[in-house]
């Protein structure tokens, strides 16, 4: 079964400095999430992407957040200058094929942003 | 925005115990999502189910749309079903994001 995959699956990072999360959604899919998830709270939207742009963001997704879907398979999440309050794991996601419409996302393995 | 409640926020259940788990939402929704998180923090997706039942295995899933809210069955409890439970919604169009409930922390005792 096709899947979401996720690198590096633990990124430790100093504050400040720039950190790039990616993510390789199924091939078929039509659009593309990224979501957090501070420890012992609930997941948290941040972006959606479709057809290269950003079709919806979250108030948490500020300046200093940006994606990207280089080529056809990669979908990346930027964090310019991280802080300490960006500790966090993050879900990749997609969904939507043409072939079958359903809305059901399906999410990556998470990848663990620890911010010093 | 579309508001998810899950309760009970914690359960603490003896193996072989059953248990149900509710999630009600504000809304009317096209997708409803049913997860897993696993003490290595990945969301296991165990259902896609904007309306109706589904089963699979010890697990059972009913939606009830026109009355928002929708029932996770975990029969016979293992240990390894501890960890918490999400539920997701989205009620937009194509490019809809998902709204997380805030999760069911269940821990299954032997």
């Known amino acids: 079964e096709p899947e979401v995959t996720q690198t590096p699956s633990h990124q430790v990072t100093q504050m400040g400095q720039e950190v790039i999360l990616r993510c390789v959604p199924i091939s078929n899919h039509l659009y593309f999430y990224w979501y957090r998830q501070i420890l012992g709270q609930k997941v948290e939207f941040l972006v959606s992407f479709y057809n290269n742009e950003i079709s919806e963001k979250s108030e948490i997704f500020d300046d200093q957040f940006s994606v990207e879907r280089p080529d056809g398979s990669n979908f990346t999440l930027k964090i310019r200058s991280t802080k300490l309050e960006d500790s966090a794991m993050y879900f990749c996601a997609s969904s939507l094929s043409l072939q079958q419409w359903r809305y059901e996302q399906y999410f990556g393995p998470g990848t663990r942003l620890t911010v010093t | 925005g579309i508001q998810v409640e899950q309760s009970p926020p914690d359960l603490i259940l003896q193996e072989g115990a059953n248990s149900t788990l509710r999630c009600n939402f504000s809304d009317s929704v096209n997708n409803l999502q049913w997860f897993h998180q696993n003490p290595w923090g990945q969301l296991i997706n165990l259902f896609y189910?904007?309306?109706g039942t589904k089963q699979n295995g010890r697990l059972s899933a009913t939606t009830v749309a026109t009355e928002r809210y929708s029932l996770l069955y975990i029969s016979s409890s293992q240990t390894t079903d501890s960890g918490v439970y999400f539920c997701?919604?989205?009620?937009?169009?194509?490019?809809?994001?998902?709204?997380f409930g805030t999760g069911t922390k269940l821990q299954v005792i032997p």
């Open positions: 189910i904007p309306s």
């Open positions: 997701a919604v989205g009620n937009s169009g194509g490019y809809q994001k998902v709204t």
